[in-house]
């Protein structure tokens, strides 16, 4: 915590600082990081909200927008996303709105959130009708990563996290798919060496797609993949189901609709199949999907929705698909 103080006081964005954070993470690392920021000569709030994705609306937004002008948060203030995927979308979404926008600093918390959802500036909340319909794409003034952090994350987190990492592979990187074949024992000891290998990959990997395509116009929606049946799969489940378990079944679905279309060879498919399966990742669904599902998509684009499909371990190709 002193060592994220000391650098927050360096950045000096701020006059002074609100943490957001849910209800959970309040108390393992909110309470402190708040205690080390004032510690530090830092003006500092903590404001957090129920945790969970239920949590994620305009609702919960706006209380806690009305929380700042409560405390007299204004546009030379900034805002400290703590936290899971969750809280990095809200609390960027805030940041980016409030007083028509506000600096943000991200401190991921979750194994997902440092390889992706800290990454790349996309913030916002859901509607009844689906996931992330409301956002912006803003990027954070810094990214703090600690991997410290997931000691206190029980293993299905990091499991959740896990079908990120092993979508960069797929996407973009067959070396990562393959080193995460041979060090999974390490990877679930929290091995810090093996964990900062995996993070620094999956950083490296979406960072450099982001550089060249921030807007999602044509590259970035390669990060898609495994995306559009994984969210309407979130959808119906009610936000039971943890974002990377419906991501692992999305790509699953979605490699077989590339098998299908003679794009991805079987052995592929399985071999990507079997390391889901091994990371205990699920692989199948009862839930049906329907076209209705896949309509809510914000990936869709009139009639058609831009699948991300796999070629092969390390590339993938965006296909246009009516639905």
């Known amino acids: ?12 964005i701020g006059k002074k600082y609100a943490i957001i954070t849910d209800s959970k ?17 830092i003006e500092a709030e903590l404001f957090d909200f129920k945790e969970g994705e239920k949590s ?20 030379k203030d900034a805002i400290i996303a703590l936290g899971g995927g969750v809280v990095g979308d ?13 600096n943000c600093i991200q401190i991921p918390t979750t194994l997902l959130a440092m390889v992706d959802s800290a990454i790349g500036g996309k913030t916002g909340v859901d509607l009844n009708s689906g996931k ?13 990563i600690d991997p410290g952090y997931l000691k206190t994350l029980p293993q ?66 390669i990060l898609n993949y495994g995306h559009t049946y994984g969210h309407a799969l979130e959808k119906l489940s009610k936000y039971t189901l943890l974002h990377g378990y419906a ?27 079997n390391l889901l399966k091994k990371t205990g990742l699920p692989v199948v669904t009862m839930q049906k999907v329907s076209t209705k ?22 590339s993938v190709k965006i296909v246009k698909e009516k639905i």
């Not at 309040?26 to 530090?40: D, M």
């Not at 992330?132 to 703090?144: E, M, R, V, Y």
């Open 132 to 144: 992330n319909l409301i956002g912006t794409i803003t990027q954070p003034k810094a990214i703090f």
């Open 293 to 314: 599902d896949l309509m809510s998509d914000k990936k869709r684009i009139g009639g058609e929705l831009n699948l991300i499909l796999a070629t092969k371990i390390g």
């Open 156 to 221: 299905n987190q990091i499991i959740n996290g896990m079908a990120e990492v092993i979508k960069y592979g797929v996407i973009k990187d067959p070396s990562l798919f393959k080193f995460i074949e041979e060090n999974l024992e390490k990877i679930f000891k929290q091995d810090e060496k093996t964990l900062l290998y995996i993070i620094e990959k999956s950083v490296k990997i979406k960072t450099d797609v982001v550089k060249k395509d921030e807007k999602e116009n044509g590259l970035r929606m």
């Open 1 to 12: 915590m002193a060592k994220i103080s000391e650098l927050i006081k360096q950045l000096n």
């Open 56 to 75: 994620k609306t305009l609702t919960t937004v706006e209380k806690l927008a009305d929380q700042l002008v409560e405390k007299n948060f204004d546009r």
């Open 90 to 102: 809200l609390a960027g979404f805030l940041a980016a709105i409030y007083m028509r926008g506000i």
């Open 247 to 273: 991501i692992s079944i999305g790509m699953v679905i979605v490699n077989k609709i590339a098998v299908e279309k003679k794009l991805l060879s079987i052995k592929d498919s399985d071999r990507i199949k």
């Open 25 to 41: 993470v309040k108390k393992i690392w909110g309470t402190a990081l708040h205690k080390s920021l004032i510690k530090n000569g």
